[in-house]
């Protein structure tokens, strides 16, 4: 095999549409555009989501709710994966690095600890944020909850 006898796949390769040559092709007068209208000028170019002037879909669906552009979301880490972690690394402190390292959360996440399982470690947990719940377990185990 080389380079001069390669051919494209069979039926892959089509020649264009050849629009405007003459009323004889078929394609002439209008060039295929219709008569008339945006659609049938040069430098015509549609909006996203226009549909000939009936209402889009977008403005067609109803719209609920409301989206706090101020929301800070943060990635919930439960006790028991805190008491999994500290088993695994008998760290007696469990910074967010010690967290990210381990795949719990991304670089970015802020991290809020909630009360789902139990905590048998006595640990130092550090956190973006703790529910009431989750500070009140680990200082039960002899921990402390510091929020950074």
Avoid: W
Avoid at 72 to 93: C, G, H, M, R, Y
Avoid at 101 to 122: P, Q, S
């Amino acid at each position: 095999m080389n380079l001069s006898s390669l051919k494209p796949a069979a039926g892959s390769v089509k020649t264009g549409k050849r629009v405007g040559r003459g009323q004889g092709s078929g394609k002439g007068g209008t060039a295929a555009r219709g008569h008339k209208g945006a659609q049938s000028r040069s430098g015509y170019s549609r909006k996203v989501g226009f549909e000939g002037g009936q209402m889009p879909l977008q403005r067609r669906l109803p719209k609920f709710g409301f989206n706090n552009i101020n929301r800070v979301e943060f990635k919930a880490l439960n006790l028991d994966a805190i008491q999994a972690l500290a088993e695994k690394t008998n760290a007696s402190v469990i910074t967010l690095d010690l967290i990210r390292e381990n795949g719990l959360c991304a670089k970015k996440d802020l991290v809020k600890i909630l009360n789902r399982g139990e905590i048998l470690a006595a640990v130092e947990v550090q956190a973006n944020g703790f529910s009431a719940a989750a500070i009140e377990s680990i200082e039960k185990a002899g921990g402390k909850a510091v929020k950074l």
